[in-house]
């Protein structure tokens, strides 16, 4: 298939950056978006234009490195994907597709559709860790039994990769979804309770200072999330900062 | 005549570790605080490491080329974690984990080194649930066990299909606790680009910050290569796009020995190739091997007309069908070891019974599974006389529940639904046994460079067992490499801090900079993924699954002219002052096309075949793998002359005490 | 606890709480309305209670007006910060495929309701204090319910902004009022019977509201 993109290009952080068209063509459907791309980088190298810059490393949904604003919508028109598994039979011959980096104030970009989204890690420096030494010497991992289901929540917590999609579909910008995953990953579990409210009020004092928009339950964000973060750790995010706020 | 000193500590096996740890020296807590240390690589050795070292004290420097730690490549790991804490009560042991990594890694492996990892690997385990990694846990509160390929107890712990992820976020959040308190700095979009030595020690790198293109000097009184596998050579692998042999590779060229380059593992479920523009291999869990059966059709005009697209898999009769791995392996069926079913399923598919339109594929059926669960749901749900349409709906469910995860991504790849028409699989490249060269204390031949998990040669042998990459990543940086380090660093305490302003960093960065601009001076006319598709090509046909003498020596002749090409004909577009993809993969494919020749050099030096690495010449009358254990019972470390096709040999001899060397047998 | 006031989470928990005192208001308010239809007598009784009531006039009042200035300030101060937390905007942003409209526009919604305060400011409470205060009138318990009526009586085009206005009330609490659960941290098994709850109380009260003005309009026609 023929496809005409229109892809946001931007020579550096300080640059002013504007679309670009392109065509491309010989698009099979059962490539991958990232794919579709490095057969147009081909192209450009060919025609010895600078390929456009975008992030990926895994190319299986898990690291969370590829990003994408895909008409409209971060990691394209599927659900429960990220970009690198989205695949061209999601799109027609002839279509026109937009390709935007995710934007946010928070998430400067760096190139074309390559952006910092170290505002994430500092979210996580400020307190996504339970304070053990990893000296060896702790306690039998059994000696500690779990209720099934809180181990099941907290692993669904944790298996948010990162990608900022979340931040790229809220139209303000917040990183609720994103923050409330990794406290919640955490508050459910018995060795995260000590440093709760500690871990909760810095986590979100960080992720104010990032600038990240407020959260007004849209829920943009659990629909577009690939991960399927549920929005139940916003509120449990709530919760614990307001039990925070009010007893420490 | 060996250079090569293991270290290997006295006394018996189960003693060697405590002894040694009770006789090393020690740097004293205020003297840690004046001593540096780099690591490369923010995986599950360099993440793991980098917290373990800073919460000792000391001051660590981590880099990675990914934008965030938590997203090195030991983020995929997909099916779990082994430790011998025998919570099943199945009769697991220290020495049974041992003793199955050894048998497992075809007798090549060191014994001291194996059995260390299968001591530590229950603190692994105590230590990751401390942190907080939410394995999966049973409805009592206990944490569960899952069983893979080549073993017969049940030790694998995991975290549904993303172990690695946990795990790797587990060691991240260890490292922001210590970035956090200041004694972490980390370096991410950074590349290392070259290791400094100053009077033969390592004592900085070189990196490239990916940002901005800034070339930067980097001192520390060592430094940690934990910089992952190089599976990458063969362009298409399971490994992240970005996975590279540079940083391993550039200390090789400064002196540290690669130790057995052709140990490659090929994983025998993967989604077979699609076209030519499919830039990544996706790995299926070793798990659907416990339900799946393997076939091809028996008669090649079925075969062919299946690639045709003129017939379905679905319509050829059970007795039309090879189920060959349980043909020719009736005790494990299915079951065999990665490397044994990856070879069968390549044997059959050269013959002429591949599917798929490529003919590289087999299937993996789970009807026959569906079939028996649907069966015995309805019987233990008091229905006597189900339907077949009962009992298929049934079934589907029940498999739904095991592997539903990875049938939604079977479907999501290829657009087939697996639960009515067979999953086809191909091998694919997945690990390498091989890597940098490390005596007992993980330092490479450069004193004071160290190398962690899969970027050093150490536990696997020839061939490694499910579930221990990420135990052997995380006992190497939490719990050994921090002992060990003192030892060495000991010495250092006076040195005071290395400064960067020497000659010895001044023409390191000034090589880093002449290369980049060898790069940009060819100004040819291929882009740097060309050379990188072409050497995966002659990697997978002549030093893939099973090699030979003829074909790994035009093997080594033709990457060698690749290599000369790529510096005379690519071209690499933009500019070194900003962020370049293009700059930076050509440098990791300068690497690859340097390895790539050394890889069939070693596998052509190898007369015998053993685990991954298969010679089509010593097989036995049934095409099984003849090991020759009393020619080729030894490391083979090669030592960087020039080229790499001159690399000279060092041996470094296998002793067995505590294990006999028998010859493995699947039937 | 001082720190509280300046985050995020903390503004947005003063604007659900803002939010739910003025839904209670809103019951309130409509209840007494309500009474309007049934019972002129009743409607006279309360209102006189409610526009003498000493405790109602100096302590409710002021809190209620504070409360809705509160919420609007809020609102306005949020708005704005989220748009500038997005920095340089989409060239193509397809909202509508991950979230429901009332959610993504409670500002537009706020406006509107805002601009019907103003109304029904100037319909209702200006003169009620100008009544009370600057001319002084006598007590008249029984002035209420003719009062009101006649806002409706014989204005199709008042009686049709006050109906639009309630329909965009009814948005703003489609979402505002399951939201504020959310906010205040609840989300359990209890959070169906919320939404449900929340979602009857956004269509049923406003369109309440719309019925009373219809029914004063027809009923005088
Ligand atoms: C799909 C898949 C599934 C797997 N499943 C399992 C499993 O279930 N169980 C199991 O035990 N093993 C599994 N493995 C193997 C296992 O994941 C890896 O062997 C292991 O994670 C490697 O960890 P590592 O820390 O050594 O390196 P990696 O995780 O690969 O990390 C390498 C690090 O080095 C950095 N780096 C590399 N080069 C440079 C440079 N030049 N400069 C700066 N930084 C650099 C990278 O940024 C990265 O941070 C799987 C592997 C794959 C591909
Ligand atoms: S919460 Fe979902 S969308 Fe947000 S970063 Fe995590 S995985 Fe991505
Ligand atoms: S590239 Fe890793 S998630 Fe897409």
Redesign the interface.
Known sequence: MKLKL?I?RQEDAQAKGG?QNYDVDGIDGDMSFLEMLDVLNNNLVNEGIEPIEFDHDCREGICGSCSL?I???PHG?DRRITTCQLHMRKFKDGDEI?I?PF????F??VKDLVIDRSAFDRIQHAGGYISVNTSGNTQDANSIPIEKQNADDSFYAATCIGCGACVA?C????AMLFTSAKVSQFALLPQGEVEAHERV?SM??Q??KE??????????CY??CPKGIS??N?????????SA??FS | MSVLESKIPEGPIEKKWTKHKNEINLVNPANKRNIDIIVVGTGLAGGSAAATLAELGYNVKTFCFQDSPRRAHSIAAQGGINASKNYQGDGDSDYRLFYDTVKGGDYRSREANVYRLAEVSSNIIDQCVAQGVPFAREYGGLLDNRSFGGVLVSRTFYAKGQTGQQLLLGAYSAMNRQINRGKIQSFNRHEMMDLVLVDGKARGIIARNLVTGEIERHSAHAVVLASGGYGNVFYLSTNAMGSNVMAAWRAHRKGAFFANPCFTQIHPTCIPVSGDLQSKLTLMSESLRNDGRIWVPKHEKDAKAIREGKLKPTEIAEEDRDYYLERRYPAFGNLVPRDVASRAAKERCDAGYGVNKTGQAVYLDFKAAIERYGKEKAFTSGHKNPSKEEIIKLGEEVVESKYGNLFEMYEKITDQNPYKTPMMIFPAVHYTMGGLWVDYNLMTTIPGCYAAGEANFSDHGANRLGASALMQGLADGYFVLPYTIGDYLAEDIRTGAISTETEEFEAAEKDVKDRIQRLFDAKGKNPVDYYHKKLGKIMWDKCGMSRNAKELQEAMEEIKELRDDFWANVRVTGKAETKNAELEKAGRVADFLELGELFAKDALERNESCGGHFREEYQTEDGEALRDDENFRFVSAWEYVGNPRDAKLHKEQLEFENIELKTRSYK | ?A??S????????AMALSGLFLVLFLAQHFTINFTSVVSPSTFNEISHFMGTNFVVQAILQPILIAGVVFHFVMGFI?DI??R????????????A????WV??N?ILTGIVVLAFLGLHFYDFWIPELVHKYVETHPDDPYRYYDETVAKFAGDPFRTGFYALCFIFLMLHLL?GF??SF??????NKYSGAIKTFTKAFAIVIPMGFVFIAIFHYFNNL
């Not at chain 1, 139209?171 to 917040?174: D, G, P, Q």
């Not at chain 3, 300046?6 to 928990?13: E, F, H, L, N």
């Not at chain 3, 340089?88 to 942003?93: E, I, L, R, W």
């Not at chain 3, 959310?182 to 989300?187: A, D, F, I, S």
Request: glycine share 10%; hydrophobic share 40%.
């Open positions: 229109k946001w679309f604003q008409n409209g919508e028109p937009v935007e934007r946010a104030k928070a400067p970009v579909a139209k303000n910008a917040s009020i979100v004092n992720m104010d600038g990240f928009g407020n959260c007004t339950n849209t829920g943009a629909v577009e929005l139940e916003i509120a449990r995010l709530n919760r614990e900062y307001l706020s009010v | 606890m720190g509280i300046k985050t995020s989470i903390a503004r947005k928990v949020l910060r989220n500038k937390a997005r920095g340089v905007g989409y060239a193509k942003f397809n909202g495929a991950n979230s429901p959610s993504r409670m979402h399951a939201s959310q906010t205040m941290g609840v989300n």
